[in-house]
């Protein structure tokens, strides 16, 4: 059973940065983190579920919610099986708890953040971003 766990969440203050970490382990099969596109979502207390970045499996393609753009930014490094959340000028809404997902998916280039239209294989536990002066 392929497991993702997220790290490198915590309290920060308005303005700084913080790099989440989402790695994964115990594939049973050659389709390791490679063969996935991966999301990140977040959830706010009383709020649903949304989408905040997807990166494509090659790492060409990227999505990002407007709420995110020029300030978050995704990598991934198929070699250790883990992609990275970079998150700068953080500011209060956007603490969270944040998400990783994974999809596995024949296209290079695709990836999708779209929670209603996309079932994903597997989910984090989730690591808690605090954004607090």
Do not use: H
Not at 18 to 38: K, N, P
Not at 104 to 133: A, H, I
Request: hydrophobic share 35%; with cysteine; net charge positive.
């Amino acid at each position: 059973q392929l497991q993702l766990v997220e790290s490198g969440g915590g309290l920060v203050q308005p303005g700084g940065s913080l790099r989440l970490s989402c790695a994964a382990s115990g594939f049973q099969s050659v389709f390791t983190l490679e063969y996935y596109f991966v999301a990140w979502f977040r959830q706010a207390p009383g709020k649903e579920r949304e989408g905040v970045l997807c990166i494509s499996r090659n790492g060409k393609s990227s999505k990002y919610a407007d709420s995110v753009k020029g300030r978050f930014a995704l990598s991934r490094d198929n070699a250790k099986n883990t992609v990275y959340l970079q998150m700068n000028s953080l500011k209060p809404d956007d603490t969270a708890i944040y998400y990783c997902a994974v999809k596995r998916n024949l296209l290079p280039d695709f990836c999708s953040m779209e929670l209603r239209k996309t079932q994903y294989d597997y989910w984090g536990q989730g690591t808690q971003v605090t954004v607090s002066s």
